[in-house]
């Protein structure tokens, strides 16, 4: 998908984006974080937004992609106009998928500055989001595809084919998430923190790197193999981006409730 932002006038500009994030401002107003496809992320204020009556109230919820018309100002845009092409509610009826959900919110929200313009990026977060709104799929499978394909396009793609350190593809035996990849025999011991490399595990996330994401559609995959790529992903996101994410913190609450209830 391909969309440049439009001039209409001096300081108006037409873009499409989506809805990351929004803060309250005063009484009636919000302050929107948006992920567009011609300016990059930008945050714009969208006056009265919080009224009832408001035509911007649901083009400024979260998920929510529009066609924005907005104002450049000295420091903030402004939104003028809104078209909603999808609203993705339907996300917020399952808890687990709105987690998930929020979490894909939050990680492109660290991964993209302000200003920085990434249309791969964007384009794959607006097909994963109409993938999470597809209840015959595994929503955590989803997320680690995202995951991979969204750090990877960011500058932060896992080595898997190669040794990290000396380059070898034999005896490849540990995952270091502090170096960004595999370990042979030989360099293993350069990371006492690296943990033993499950194949198929290896195998379906440099699956997901290399492919669109709407291949998640045909995979089955059992439950070791998700357990070990979440405790892979986790690991490696949390030191290359330093950040705690409250929508995980909460996914595994909500998850370990489920887990009780069943025993019970």
Same mark, same amino acid.
């Given at each position: 998908?391909?969309?440049?932002?439009?001039?209409?006038?001096? =300081?108006? &500009?037409?873009?499409?984006?989506?809805?990351?994030?929004?803060?309250? !401002?005063?009484?009636?107003?919000? &302050?929107?974080? #948006?992920?567009? +496809?011609?300016?990059?992320?930008?945050?714009?204020?969208?006056?009265?937004? %919080?009224? *009832?009556?408001? @035509?911007?109230?649901?083009?400024?919820? *979260?998920? *929510?992609?529009?066609?924005?018309?907005?104002?450049?100002? @000295?420091?903030?845009?402004?939104?003028?106009?809104?078209?909603?092409? *999808?609203?993705?509610?339907?996300?917020?009826? +399952? #808890?687990?998928?709105?987690?998930?959900?929020?979490?894909? $919110?939050?990680?492109?929200?660290?991964?993209? /500055?302000?200003?920085?313009?990434? &249309?791969? /990026?964007?384009?794959?977060? !607006?097909?994963? #989001?109409?993938? $999470?709104?597809?209840?015959?799929?595994?929503?955590?499978?989803?997320?680690?595809?995202?995951?991979?394909?969204?750090?990877?396009?960011?500058?932060? $793609?896992?080595?898997?084919?190669?040794?990290?350190?000396?380059?070898?593809?034999?005896?490849?035996?540990?995952?270091?998430? %502090?170096?960004?990849?595999? !370990?042979?025999?030989?360099?293993?011991? =350069?990371? %006492?923190?690296?943990?033993?490399?499950? /194949?198929?595990?290896?195998?379906?996330?440099?699956?997901?790197?290399? =492919?669109?994401?709407?291949?998640? %559609?045909?995979?089955?995959?059992? #439950?070791?193999?998700?357990?070990?790529?979440?405790?892979?992903?986790?690991?490696?996101?949390?030191?290359?981006?330093?950040? +705690?994410?409250?929508?995980?913190?909460?996914?595994?609450?909500?998850? =370990?409730? +489920?887990?009780?209830?069943?025993?019970?």
């Amino acid at each position: 998908m391909t969309y440049i932002g439009v001039i209409i006038m001096p =300081n108006l &500009i037409k873009t499409r984006g989506i809805v990351l994030k929004h803060t309250y !401002l005063g009484e009636a107003d919000k &302050i929107i974080t #948006l992920f567009t +496809d011609s300016l990059g992320k930008v945050q714009a204020v969208a006056h009265g937004a %919080r009224k *009832a009556k408001s @035509k911007l109230m649901s083009s400024t919820q *979260a998920f *929510a992609y529009c066609e924005f018309v907005l104002y450049k100002g @000295k420091s903030l845009y402004t939104v003028s106009q809104t078209e909603i092409k *999808a609203s993705f509610q339907v996300l917020l009826n +399952d #808890l687990h998928t709105l987690t998930y959900s929020s979490y894909l $919110m939050e990680l492109v929200d660290v991964l993209i /500055l302000e200003g920085e313009e990434n &249309i791969e /990026l964007f384009s794959l977060l !607006l097909k994963t #989001l109409y993938l $999470m709104t597809e209840g015959n799929l595994d929503k955590e499978l989803i997320v680690r595809a995202f995951e991979l394909k969204a750090i990877s396009q960011s500058g932060y $793609m896992p080595q898997f084919d190669n040794c990290i350190l000396c380059g070898s593809s034999l005896n490849l035996i540990k995952f270091s998430s %502090r170096l960004g990849g595999v !370990l042979c025999s030989k360099c293993s011991e =350069n990371d %006492r923190f690296a943990v033993k490399i499950d /194949l198929p595990s290896v195998n379906t996330m440099k699956f997901f790197i290399k =492919n669109h994401i709407e291949k998640v %559609r045909v995979l089955k995959i059992n #439950l070791s193999i998700k357990n070990y790529m979440k405790k892979i992903m986790k690991n490696y996101i949390k030191y290359h981006l330093d950040k +705690d994410f409250k929508s995980l913190d909460f996914l595994d609450e909500i998850t =370990n409730m +489920d887990e009780l209830e069943g025993v019970e």
